[in-house]
């Protein structure tokens, strides 16, 4: 038992004791409780009592309770023996007897026997068994006839675990508004550890007799037998439970048990009908009856669509074959992508990825889905970010669904190729397929299902998308079938109206119902919000003023007391700007405002459209321009997508304001078809190709000229290369590209010879020569390859890490932090000058010596923040870099963003962003350093700064960030809540913290409690393995020969 658990504890068993006058009644259940047989059964015991006028308390039979939500009981089997507080509860059952029978010995029989009847009548006691727990329940408040309360037992926290104290003084007041000193609800465990079985109704009957006994003996008897008898059973209790914990075998309760056999039983007849070639789909599309129920449960959906049970039931899907399909936004993609993952988790038992374009949306799928793992028993795994291990953890019985970003993707796919694993991923799930035409993210997409289709032949993929036009180079591609319909759940609807009716198209539908404006510019999404509250009547102030207001204090609560003026001006009124500039805290909390309703009115940016799921009854399109660049028909697509979202909104419309100018362009965006896709492998040269190739070589997929060709010919690139190349040959540009990772010193040539004996290392070669070659990775390469450094920055990063070694400062961050800020970012910097140099003068010595090794003078920032001509030339992209670095180092040791948005002049948006995007290139330095033995000493400096720039906040907030969807703002809230661990939220109670944390919806409760605990399983369950596998006998252990 923990600390707090005791004092809690001890709290309520003094309260107790302190009350000469408090006695505990054990009430028996109401007859609409009670099975036939045991409301004979209760109604004898009820006439024995009172013909014998004894004051012994009732036996109550124990029933398993049905229905009952499994987050209850999923951590009931790892409470450790040190954790028990069983023994405890002993004596305070013992005690609390004692002070029962020394109060009633001045009553009556007959007063004891009344008052026990009386009880029946008023109280309602159900015993419910959760995991290996006994549950007291009392629901209802009697009085004795001596005009005392009586103590009512009612479901209060559980004391085995953890508690906030939030959630403690919760439960203390709901009994004080009752008069009542509440008691606490007794759990207990008990393991037979010859049967195994968990405790039964003759235990607790055999427990309750012998008290009953201890109160007919005499006063000093009863005295010294309590005693004794209480040693005795504490000494069995312990001798049990430490027996139990030798045995090493999992406690199940009864009812939890059947469940689970229930469902294993189901998973195999699914799987048996997968495996068979009949028609039958058992339960739910091969799965069990409880994923059904679970879908009713978390996302209301009790029907499918037609599209999507004929999607789900074509012999395509059937054969595992692979499949693109393509439907409009919002018809319902990705249910069918997530029952086919729930085959392959349940039925198949293997792996599966599913890749998405953003992080927003990788964390709104895994907080999702963590619900569905909980209860059907697999791991959700965050590949995000900085977050994701390679390769990922081996299993040894629960498989794991990967929610990536795609550059993620592609690691976890190489990782799996180079350690052998690749065929235990049995599905691989792409959504928004389009991207693979987009620049140098749609060339990691396109090698990732490259390799994935080279190196496993068991590994189906599924691609999605709303925006699909050449569909037949991606199906030829991926070697795919197609499927497509044109099914929308509403009616979409183009209107052309004047740009001066735009606060009458908005009016139209809020409050009442949600509307989005789509602007072409973020100070123009700004300026919209401003607009159209200037003309909305202060009718809109009332509603929902007083959710609004605790917003606004929300608001500045994350953003340490700042507030946008813009946001404080427009919040009001339920209108509000949603675009980059915002932090994500300040968007995480604007999406959840309108997602509830406290919101009606969005102005954004077209980033939204692709981003999370925002739905609305009514999207305007201000302009048909994304910036200066006029709209294109899939980011049209993606924008009208957003009215009227399946499952959420029956009814949606969409609105295009236009100009007069614009009008022949917009027939045509209307007319014409979607944009085709084509490939970036080759475009995106370092990004693309190289990368292939380095990561081919390095996975030993191909090693020479010919493997890699043919490697090449089977690519999305391969199959348009017709069209593509029109100078060079696909045959050039692969010669091309190794010759230059050979220059470059990433590939080695193995040595040849020639026809007279002599080796060649240093000649050139033409082109046909090259089929003599085969290649290897070198130590460079393979941690260029293994970091997923961009390699236009390999050899830069190596030298700026070797020349730290020579002089690496560590009184301060600076210098670690300015190695791992982003080099791309450097090159789109603009310094402002004046505040480069007052920070610079700010620095200590030892920062100031960062500066100076690196290669910056504070002489050459002071010439030019005063606009002095310079001579000697400096690498602007180091000095822009260690720009860049002051903001990232101001950051983490202020942790605010504001104060570090006006002390730089920087949009805080972009800061999130720059913090962001240097937390995932240190976690990609730190993998490249684990290659070079030279780099040994940035391996834990760089751990511990990785965490410091993905979490950026105080230390005590980072294991409440380790949640999927728990920001800054939100992990204060919790952590000044007393929730201030992984522990306190997988245990907490949804109902508690909606009424313990302000603007907190019951579905977002829920969602962090179930992704808190998926964390907690997964950590846990990790730990088992480790020492599962430290305590195996190593397969190479050396035999003892007999002599």
Excluded at 106 to 122: G, P, V, W
Aim: charged content about 25%.
């Amino acid at each position: 038992m923990d600390v707090g658990g005791s004092r809690i504890r001890r709290r309520v068993s003094v309260r107790k004791r302190n009350r000469p006058s408090l006695e505990i009644l054990f009430a028996a259940p109401t007859v609409a409780e009670l099975r036939p047989g045991d409301e004979e059964e209760q109604e004898e015991d009820k006439e024995e009592e009172m013909v014998a006028g004894s004051r012994r308390r009732k036996t109550v039979g124990v029933q398993p309770v049905e229905n009952h939500d499994s987050e209850e009981d999923m951590f009931g089997d790892y409470d450790s023996f040190a954790e028990n507080s069983f023994l405890a509860q002993v004596d305070d059952l013992e005690q609390k007897y004692m002070q029962l029978s020394e109060n009633r010995e001045h009553d009556a029989d007959l007063a004891t026997a009344d008052l026990f009847s009386e009880s029946i009548k008023h109280n309602k006691l159900s015993i419910t068994t959760v995991g290996s727990f006994i549950e007291l329940k009392t629901h209802e408040h009697t009085e004795n006839q001596s005009g005392h309360k009586d103590v009512s037992i009612e479901p209060g926290p559980d004391l085995l675990c953890e508690l906030p104290s939030s959630q403690v003084l919760y439960f203390e007041n709901l009994q004080n508004s009752s008069n009542d000193l509440g008691d606490q609800s007794t759990k207990e465990r008990y393991w037979n550890p010859s049967s195994h079985k968990t405790v039964s109704e003759d235990l607790l009957h055999n427990s309750i007799e012998q008290l009953q006994q201890t109160d007919e003996s005499s006063s000093k008897v009863r005295t010294s037998s309590d005693v004794n008898r209480r040693k005795s059973l504490k000494d069995l209790l312990k001798s049990t439970m430490a027996g139990n914990a030798k045995a090493q075998t999992p406690i199940f309760s009864r009812t939890k048990q059947l469940k689970e056999n229930l469902l294993s039983e189901e998973i195999n007849v699914a799987k048996k009908t997968i495996e068979s070639p009949s028609d039958d789909l058992g339960p739910f599309y091969s799965l069990p009856s409880k994923v059904r129920d679970l879908y009713i449960q978390f996302k209301g959906i009790e029907k499918l669509y037609e599209w999507q049970h004929a999607c789900l039931t074509l012999n395509s899907v059937q054969e595992r074959k692979n499949l693109i399909y393509s439907l409009p936004t919002s018809g319902g993609k990705t249910l069918v992508a997530e029952i086919l993952m729930l085959q392959e988790l349940l039925c198949r038992r293997k792996d599966v990825l599913m890749i998405l374009p953003y992080v927003a949306i990788v964390q709104e799928k895994i907080s999702a889905l963590s619900s569905f793992g909980i209860e059907l028993g697999f791991f959700v795994e965050e590949y995000a970010g900085s977050k994701g291990k390679f390769p990922p953890i081996k299993r040894r019985e629960k498989k794991s669904l990967y929610i990536a970003t795609i550059e993620k993707g592609h690691g976890l796919i190489n990782s799996l190729i180079e350690t052998g694993r690749i065929n235990s991923l049995g599905l691989v799930v792409v959504d928004e397929l389009h991207m693979i035409a987009e620049g140098s993210r749609g060339a990691v997409l396109e090698m990732t299902l490259a390799k994935i289709i080279y190196t496993s032949k068991t590994t189906q993929i599924i691609g999605m998308s709303a925006t699909l036009s050449n569909v037949e180079d991606l199906q030829e591609f991926l070697q795919a079938e197609y499927y497509t319909s044109q099914f929308r759940p509403y009616s979409d609807t183009l209107k052309k109206m004047d740009p001066d009716h735009l606060v009458a198209l908005v009016t139209e539908v809020i409050p009442n119902y949600s509307c989005l404006v789509f602007c072409p510019t973020k100070k123009n999404c700004e300026n919209v919000a401003e607009m159209i509250c200037k003309f909305l009547s202060k009718e809109y102030l009332k509603h929902r003023e007083k959710e609004k207001q605790e917003m606004i204090k929300n608001l500045k609560n994350i953003s340490n007391g700042n507030l946008c003026p813009v946001l404080k001006r427009t919040i009001p009124l339920g209108v509000a700007y949603h675009h980059s500039g915002l932090t994500s805290d300040e968007r995480k909390l604007l999406e959840e405002a309108y997602s509830t309703g406290v919101l009606c009115l969005l102005t954004c940016t077209s980033t939204l459209a692709a981003g999370v799921n925002l739905p609305a009854r009514r999207v305007i399109l201000r302009a048909p321009y994304v910036a200066k660049e006029f709209l294109k028909r899939n980011q049209y697509k993606q924008m009208i997508g957003r009215a009227g979202r399946a499952g959420i909104d029956s009814v949606g419309e969409s609105i295009l304001i236009l100009q007069e100018k614009d009008k022949q362009q917009v027939l045509e965006l209307i007319s014409r078809p979607l944009e085709n896709c084509y490939s970036h492998l080759v475009q995106e040269f370092t990004k693309g190709i190289q990368t292939l190739f380095l990561s081919l070589i390095g996975l030993k997929i191909a090693t020479n000229l010919g493997d890699i060709y043919h490697f090449m010919s089977g690519t999305f690139f391969g199959v348009q290369q017709k069209f593509l190349l029109k100078e060079k040959s696909l045959w050039e540009i692969t010669v091309e590209s190794l010759r230059y990772l050979t220059e470059k010193g990433l590939l080695q040539k193995n040595t040849i010879f020639t026809e007279k004996g002599h080796t060649q290392k240093d000649a050139i070669y033409k082109p046909e020569e090259w089929f003599q070659f085969s290649f290897h990775i070198t130590k460079l390469g393979q941690a260029s390859f293994k970091g997923t450094i961009d390699l236009a920055y390999c050899d830069i990063l190596y030298r700026d890490l070797k020349k730290g070694l020579e002089g690496l400062v560590l009184e301060s961050l600076l210098h670690l932090v300015y190695l791992t800020t982003p080099y791309d970012m450097a090159s789109q910097c603009d310094p402002d000058w004046m505040i480069f140099f007052r920070q610079f003068n700010q620095l200590s010595p030892a920062e100031q010596n960062v500066a100076a090794l690196i290669g910056v003078s504070e002489n050459y920032i002071g010439k030019k923040a005063s606009g002095q001509a310079i001579k000697k030339k400096v690498d602007k992209d180091i000095v822009n870099r260690l720009y860049l670095s002051f903001v990232l180092y101001t950051l983490l040791k202020e942790t605010n963003i504001w104060s570090v948005s006006e002390k730089f002049n920087m949009p805080r948006g972009y800061i999130q962003s720059l913090l962001t995007a240097a937390a995932t290139f240190s976690s990609c330095v730190l993998h490249f350093c684990e290659e070079l033995e030279e780099f040994w000493v940035y391996r834990a400096l760089l751990v511990e700064l990785t965490k410091k720039l993905t979490y950026c906040v105080r230390a005590e907030l980072v294991p409440l960030m380790e949640v999927t969807g728990v920001l800054e703002g939100r992990a204060k809230q919790l952590y000044n809540a007393g929730y201030k661990s992984l522990t306190h939220l997988a245990n907490a109670d949804p109902e508690v913290l909606i009424r313990t944390i302000d603007h907190l919806s019951r579905h977002q409760a829920k969602q962090i409690v179930s992704s808190a605990k998926m964390l907690l399983h997964e950590k846990a369950e990790a730990l088992q393995e480790e020492v599962e596998e430290l305590l195996r006998l190593p397969s190479d252990f050396p035999s003892i020969e007999k002599a």
